[in-house]
């Protein structure tokens, strides 16, 4: 039997793996239409019926209509076949509400009994594989997808083998951004909070501390090579209370110029930064020594994740090595890990504001809550941008690399 025809248009967006619908208007008023007929009264037309009208209100997010009428086709659904794949459309809708729980709970049912769905088992592990990548759990992802893969490539479907390997790619990108972000918060600000402890004090005593010092040393290499944009400054100190006093404040003791739109760090503020950067290379060094290959690997990630962040931070401080008055290995490697950190927090703000949420309201947001989930997934999606050019042994590498780094001096 012939499933009914509806005239959706689509591709799968690369990073969210949902369809993108190229002709949402066509298809809203063949859904209106197909909602206003009477269903078939023969039980196994009606499935295929409701089966059409639900995946097409799903793809265009009508999603409590989605989820009525694809109950009723797993109703419907007497073979054991239909019966998995229907319970699997009907998954995929919990997914896209949001409702993970529950859409894992009976994905997890639909793998027990995928053997039913015949030579249908792909799809399967494919959308199971999309549920795990939707609510950020990217290892359980990329394990599905890989079962998807070495299925797809048994059948030899060109076009599914495709999708599921962009699929298995997202998927590992989303691992490697997630495995870097923790090495970047064990990593960066040790050699900040070990700069402070042993060298920052002497370099303070000669040449001055200023008010809110913490503000102005975060501009870091930024405020030496150039002015800096107020977007950006307001970027690095996004969860800041206070910002523009603390400013003003730097501006009238003579660390900063402030105008309209930029913030320009003074002679005497700029010889402490460069003193800062020198000191934090040396810390660098310290700690890892001279790491040819994390520096020409973070080089290439660098380089390649410019324009991705969504957020100004990122693209601002990615070329600062250029500025790095320590030429040593180790420091430029700590610059491009600063960098990307910012790149995650530049994702990190960009997922909590697509939600609409605030600084003050994003705080607020429990552990576990299906918004907190989401942002958290959508900041390593966003993260994942960077390792997207890196081949899997690439990325392997590089985080092998940054595992072997130290964060504590040797005793």
Not at 123 to 130: D, E, I, P
Not at 268 to 280: I, P, S, T
Not at 293 to 320: C, H, I
Not at 358 to 382: K, M, N, Q
Request: proline share 5%.
């Amino acid at each position: 039997m012939a499933q009914p025809v509806w005239p959706a248009r689509y591709r799968i967006d690369p990073e969210s793996l949902r369809e993108t619908i190229e002709n949402p208007a066509e298809l809203t008023l063949w859904l209106d239409a197909a909602l206003a007929r009477t269903p078939p009264s023969d039980p196994d037309d009606e499935r295929a019926h409701r089966t059409a009208i639900g995946v097409a209100a799903r793809m265009l997010e009508r999603l409590d209509e989605a989820e009525v009428q694809l109950g009723r086709a797993v109703e419907l659904a007497t073979k054991p076949r239909d019966a998995v794949l229907a319970r699997v459309r009907l998954a995929h809708v919990h997914q896209w509400q949001g409702r993970f729980t529950l859409a894992e709970s009976e994905f997890r049912h639909c793998l027990r009994d995928a053997h039913l769905a015949g030579d249908q088992v792909h799809v399967v592990y494919q959308h199971a594989g999309k549920c795990a990548y939707d609510a950020g759990d990217w290892v359980l992802a990329r394990e599905r997808f890989a079962t998807a893969m070495r299925l797809r490539l048994y059948g030899g479907d060109e076009e599914l083998i495709e999708a599921t390997r962009m699929a298995l790619d997202a998927a590992d990108a989303a691992v490697t951004a997630a495995a870097v972000g923790a090495e970047l918060d064990r990593l960066v600000p040790a050699v900040h909070k070990l700069t402070a402890t042993r060298l920052a004090p002497a370099i303070f005593d000669r040449h001055g501390l200023p008010p809110h010092a913490g503000t102005l040393v975060e501009l870091g290499l930024l405020g030496v090579s150039k002015p800096v944009p107020l977007e950006v400054v307001r970027g690095l100190h996004r969860y800041v209370t206070g910002l523009e006093a603390r400013l003003d404040a730097l501006v009238a003791a003579g660390w900063l110029l402030k105008t309209a739109k930029t913030v320009v760090v003074s002679s005497r503020g700029r010889a402490l930064l460069r003193q800062l950067a020198v000191a934090q290379a040396q810390t660098a060094r310290t700690l890892w020594g001279e790491p040819v290959l994390g520096k020409s690997l973070a080089d290439e990630v660098v380089s390649g994740a410019v324009g991705t962040s969504g957020g100004p931070v990122f693209d601002a401080v990615a070329r600062l090595a250029e500025h790095n008055p320590d030429p040593g290995v180790a420091g430029d490697l700590f610059h491009r890990l600063n960098a990307l950190r910012h790149h995650r927090a530049d994702g990190h703000a960009a997922a909590w504001q697509a939600e609409g949420h605030t600084v003050r309201s994003v705080r607020r947001l429990a552990a576990g809550s299906p918004e907190r989930v989401r942002i958290d997934a959508l900041t390593d999606r966003i993260a994942a941008r960077a390792y997207r050019p890196l081949s899997h042994q690439r990325r392997t590498e590089l985080l092998s690399v940054l595992r072997g780094l130290r964060h504590e001096p040797l005793v």
